[in-house]
Nanobody, 121 residues
């Protein structure tokens, strides 16, 4: 049982910034990794950025140098700082979490409800 609550989406002008937040809650043993994906109209969902429990991060080439993913482990929360936004960043952004459900349990993947990010030109 995992719930992901997202916030921070909205409408901004090109060159502006937004900060997305996602908190994981529910019944699980530990969070293995958290990340952000996005889906634009008519396109498939794609990776934006991920943060693993070991501290490693990964970014899509299209956002590298502009977006930063960070974690607050005490709050089971992941953030996405989005700077120098472009119209092509417009999409629904989804929070993702891979969690271990119990000490001897398996790994499950959860998704947030999605938050709209719109960048105007």
């Amino acid at each position: 049982q995992v719930q992901l609550v997202e916030s921070g989406g909205g409408l901004v002008q090109a060159g502006g910034s937004l900060r997305l937040s996602c908190a994981a809650s529910g019944s699980f043993f530990s969070v293995i990794a958290m990340g952000w994906y996005r889906q634009a109209p008519g396109k498939q969902r794609e990776l934006v950025a991920t943060s693993a429990s070991g501290g490693s991060t990964n970014y899509a080439d299209s956002v590298k140098g502009r977006f930063t993913i960070s974690r607050d482990n005490a709050k089971n929360t992941v953030y996405l700082q989005m700077n120098s936004l472009k119209p092509e960043d417009t999409a629904v952004y989804y929070c993702n979490a891979d969690v271990r459900r119990a000490l001897w349990g398996g790994i499950i993947t959860s998704w947030g409800q999605g938050t709209q990010v719109t960048v105007s030109s």
